[in-house]
């Protein structure tokens, strides 16, 4: 079997990887024992290739954790026990283990730890736009942004060397252009992995009853007096003085890269003094001063939140009153960075008049190209989607509204038409809490509280016995496809593997429930729609407590992939023009994207057709048959 090149033991070769899977091999290189996390896009990468690293090199510990929370404290018993750890998740995933984080950091670290959180501005695949420095701010905890994917490699070594050194958790934080995006990496020596760690039995430190808390505190401020001595000579920030200008650019992570790029193409870097931090927090206060001191403007670059840029407001007052400080004054404080941005800003702050084309300029100066509104969309013979559409049936029978209070995951695509059952989406596991609210609120409607059932481990169980526990009437979904989805397939306790693909128990939603006291549950195939809308019907009927219906069909994608594995044959649909009578209920209803118009006429593509069925129930002409027999 050919090695990935990330796992390649070839110190100086070159090669080109992800930033996440740049951040794995930095791990490796440090020497990592155990790591931990929760999928989670744009996160999700950095598991998974620790993951592969762990069949070449078996004395490290990887594991898909149930939630964030339960994989940082993983990972943090890790490095109780005196062994390099690592805990990684997307940003809003810190907030599931913001308990754990925040009184882990009075603790410290023992062997190496590392928190990687990635941020996701512009909101690619997230709820929020939130910026974790405010998070590792709150917890005392120091944070390093990588500029690109080699630094990010080389900065999680020294992560983890700073944090034995300092007794400290360290945040490396990254974001979703540098996690996805590829560079030509240098390999490292790979150090032979401890293989294993010991507990030091030190109660005072790791059991935080108030007597030690209060103690563990005050250590933890000391450690950070320290801390903020030792990043003002972090190797990764870079300062250039020029002492012909009075004009300087602070840029930091990624936005270091945009800006070294735009000032040395159209050489300004001349014109400038510059300052790249890779320690956002502590921001280091002496080399900010130095730099800030005999300049007359600065402007600051950062993604999201003013974090820094107040920072340099508090410290001019102290180096430099005088300093005209600008950054989300040019900058926006939403939404990505880019080149384009940033070079305008940069322009604006230089009082520069060259126009700088946008990415819609540059394509539109090459070809006009005129695309169609292509929302996101659930594929084709989805699970959800038939789930979905026999809600709606069930609803229209009923003659009631229907309350859709939703999680995420795929199905959250059913908020789009035509399907739009999906009226709330808050976090994970929110759809049972926010569904028990409804019910208490005074609202009478059938409310509906839809999850997955990797969400379902993850957030769902607790919501779940609440509705128990106060007998709440809300009929809970769990769209169980058998698999992780929405961010690349990922086993979960329910699969029956592991991210390693050992065999392991096979836990059971529906017995859950019953552990929890749920009276009535219900098991659909929902491509059987009669079954499915009758299932719903009947939920809706129950006076008192709440009911559980489990959605289970495998994921289309997983379908097909175990029929090509099986040599089974997918046959499609197609639609019989002599008996189509043109109503287009098939797409108006549906939605589904194998369905095709070409002028007045629709047809099916025999592509992207799974052979689901469902839109052959719904076809009051009976014009969708199969198009060949098995």
Request: proline share 6%; with cysteine.
């Given at each position: 079997?050919?090695?990935?090149?990330?796992?390649q033991?070839?110190?100086?070769?070159?090669?080109?990887?992800?930033?996440?899977?740049a951040?794995?091999r930095?791990?490796?290189?440090?020497g990592?024992?155990?790591?931990?996390?929760?999928?989670?896009?744009?996160?999700?990468?950095?598991?998974?290739?620790?993951?592969?690293?762990?069949k070449?090199?078996?004395?490290?510990?990887?594991e898909?954790?149930?939630?964030?929370?339960?994989?940082?404290?993983t990972?943090?018993?890790?490095s109780?026990?005196?062994?390099?750890?690592?805990?990684?998740?997307?940003?809003v995933?810190?907030?599931?283990?913001?308990?754990?984080?925040?009184?882990?950091?009075?603790?410290?670290?023992?062997g190496?730890?590392v928190?990687?959180?990635?941020?996701?501005?512009?909101c690619?695949?997230?709820?929020?736009e939130?910026?974790?420095r405010?998070?590792?701010?709150l917890?005392?905890?120091?944070?390093?942004?990588p500029?690109n994917?080699?630094?990010?490699?080389?900065?999680?070594?020294f992560?983890?060397?700073?944090?034995?050194?300092?007794?400290?958790?360290?945040?490396?934080?990254?974001?979703?252009?540098?996690?996805?995006s590829?560079?030509?990496?240098?390999?490292?020596e790979?150090?032979?992995?401890?293989?294993?760690?010991?507990?030091d039995?030190?109660?005072?430190?790791?059991?935080f009853?108030?007597v030690?808390?209060?103690?563990?505190?005050?250590?933890?401020?000391?450690?950070?007096?320290?801390?903020?001595?030792?990043?003002?000579s972090?190797?990764?920030?870079?300062?250039?003085?020029?002492?012909?200008?009075?004009?300087?650019?602070?840029?930091?992570?990624l936005?270091?890269?945009?800006?070294?790029?735009?000032?040395?193409?159209?050489?300004?870097?001349?014109?400038?003094?510059?300052?790249?931090?890779?320690?956002?927090?502590?921001?280091?206060?002496?080399l900010?001063?130095e730099?800030?001191?005999?300049?007359?403007?600065?402007?600051?670059v950062?993604?999201?939140?003013?974090?820094?840029?107040?920072?340099?407001?508090?410290y001019?007052?102290?180096?430099?009153?005088?300093l005209?400080?600008?950054?989300?004054?040019?900058l926006?404080?939403?939404?990505?960075?880019?080149?384009?941005?940033?070079?305008?800003?940069?322009?604006?702050?230089?009082?520069?008049?060259?126009?700088?084309p946008?990415q819609?300029?540059?394509?539109?100066?090459q070809?006009e190209?005129?695309?169609?509104?292509r929302?996101?969309?659930?594929?084709?013979?989805?699970?959800?989607r038939a789930?979905?559409?026999?809600?709606?049936?069930?609803?229209k029978?009923?003659?009631?509204?229907?309350i859709?209070?939703?999680?995420?995951?795929?199905?959250?695509?059913?908020?789009?038409?035509?399907?739009?059952?999906?009226?709330?989406?808050?976090?994970?596991g929110a759809?049972?809490?926010?569904?028990n609210?409804?019910?208490?609120?005074?609202?009478?409607?059938?409310?509906?509280a839809?999850?997955?059932?990797s969400?379902?481990?993850?957030?769902?169980?607790?919501?779940l016995?609440?509705?128990?526990?106060n007998?709440?009437?809300?009929?809970?979904?769990?769209?169980d496809?058998?698999?992780?989805?929405?961010?690349?397939?990922?086993?979960?306790p329910?699969?029956?593997?592991?991210?390693?693909?050992?065999?392991?128990p096979?836990?059971?939603?529906e017995?859950?429930?019953?552990?929890c006291?749920v009276?009535?549950?219900?098991?659909?195939?929902?491509?059987?729609?009669?079954?499915?809308?009758?299932?719903?019907?009947?939920?809706?009927?129950?006076?008192d407590?709440?009911?559980?219906?489990?959605s289970?069909q495998?994921?289309?994608?997983?379908?097909?992939?175990?029929?090509?594995?099986?040599?089974?044959?997918?046959i499609p649909?197609?639609?019989?023009?002599?008996?189509?009578t043109?109503?287009?209920?098939?797409?108006?209803?549906?939605?589904?994207?194998?369905?095709?118009?070409k002028g007045?006429?629709?047809?099916i593509?025999?592509?992207?057709?799974f052979?689901?069925?469902?839109?052959?129930d719904l076809?009051?002409?009976?014009?969708?048959q199969k198009?060949?027999?098995?």
């Amino acid at each position: 079997m050919v090695r990935p090149v990330f796992v390649q033991d070839s110190p100086g070769t070159r090669v080109i990887i992800l930033g996440n899977e740049a951040l794995a091999r930095g791990a490796l290189e440090a020497g990592v024992r155990v790591a931990a996390g929760y999928p989670g896009t744009p996160a999700t990468e950095i598991i998974e290739t620790l993951a592969t690293i762990s069949k070449y090199y078996p004395d490290i510990y990887v594991e898909w954790s149930i939630n964030e929370k339960v994989g940082f404290e993983t990972a943090f018993a890790g490095s109780m026990c005196g062994v390099r750890s690592i805990a990684c998740m997307k940003h809003v995933g810190l907030n599931v283990a913001l308990d754990s984080f925040v009184t882990a950091s009075y603790a410290g670290a023992r062997g190496g730890f590392v928190l990687v959180s990635v941020d996701d501005p512009d909101c690619h695949s997230s709820q929020n736009e939130q910026d974790n420095r405010q998070l590792a701010k709150l917890a005392f905890c120091p944070v390093f942004e990588p500029a690109n994917a080699n630094e990010a490699k080389e900065m999680i070594k020294f992560a983890f060397d700073f944090s034995e050194q300092y007794q400290t958790l360290v945040m490396l934080r990254s974001t979703t252009r540098l996690s996805h995006s590829q560079q030509d990496v240098k390999l490292g020596e790979i150090p032979q992995i401890k293989k294993a760690g010991k507990f030091d039995h030190d109660k005072s430190r790791w059991t935080f009853l108030p007597v030690n808390a209060r103690i563990q505190r005050k250590v933890m401020l000391e450690r950070m007096e320290r801390i903020r001595e030792a990043v003002e000579s972090n190797p990764f920030n870079k300062m250039m003085l020029n002492e012909n200008s009075r004009t300087g650019i602070l840029a930091a992570g990624l936005s270091h890269t945009y800006v070294s790029e735009y000032l040395e193409k159209n050489d300004f870097m001349r014109e400038v003094s510059y300052l790249k931090l890779a320690t956002t927090f502590p921001p280091p206060r002496k080399l900010i001063g130095e730099f800030v001191s005999n300049l007359d403007r600065i402007l600051v670059v950062e993604e999201l939140e003013p974090f820094i840029e107040e920072y340099v407001i508090m410290y001019a007052k102290e180096f430099n009153p005088a300093l005209e400080i600008i950054g989300k004054k040019l900058l926006p404080q939403f939404g990505e960075l880019s080149p384009e941005i940033t070079a305008e800003a940069i322009n604006n702050f230089l009082e520069k008049r060259q126009r700088i084309p946008t990415q819609k300029q540059k394509i539109q100066n090459q070809q006009e190209i005129k695309a169609p509104p292509r929302p996101p969309v659930l594929c084709p013979g989805c699970p959800h989607r038939a789930f979905f559409y026999a809600l709606k049936l069930a609803e229209k029978r009923s003659k009631t509204k229907f309350i859709y209070s939703s999680d995420i995951g795929c199905y959250t695509l059913g908020f789009y038409p035509p399907l739009e059952t999906i009226e709330t989406c808050l976090c994970m596991g929110a759809s049972i809490g926010m569904a028990n609210g409804f019910s208490k609120a005074g609202e009478d409607s059938p409310i509906f509280a839809i999850l997955g059932d990797s969400t379902f481990f993850h957030a769902g169980v607790p919501g779940l016995i609440n509705l128990v526990y106060n007998g709440s009437k809300v009929i809970v979904v769990v769209l169980d496809n058998g698999t992780t989805a929405m961010t690349g397939h990922q086993p979960h306790p329910g699969t029956g593997f592991r991210i390693d693909g050992s065999p392991s128990p096979k836990i059971q939603i529906e017995k859950i429930a019953e552990g929890c006291g749920v009276k009535y549950i219900r098991v659909t195939d929902p491509y059987n729609l009669k079954n499915t809308v009758d299932t719903i019907l009947e939920a809706v009927s129950l006076r008192d407590g709440p009911a559980l219906i489990i959605s289970r069909q495998d994921c289309t994608l997983v379908s097909q992939r175990k029929k090509r594995e099986a040599n089974d044959k997918i046959i499609p649909y197609k639609i019989d023009k002599n008996k189509c009578t043109k109503c287009r209920l098939c797409i108006t209803t549906l939605g589904c994207p194998a369905f095709l118009v070409k002028g007045d006429e629709v047809e099916i593509s025999q592509n992207l057709c799974f052979g689901c069925a469902i839109c052959q129930d719904l076809c009051p002409a009976e014009a969708i048959q199969k198009s060949e027999t098995e």
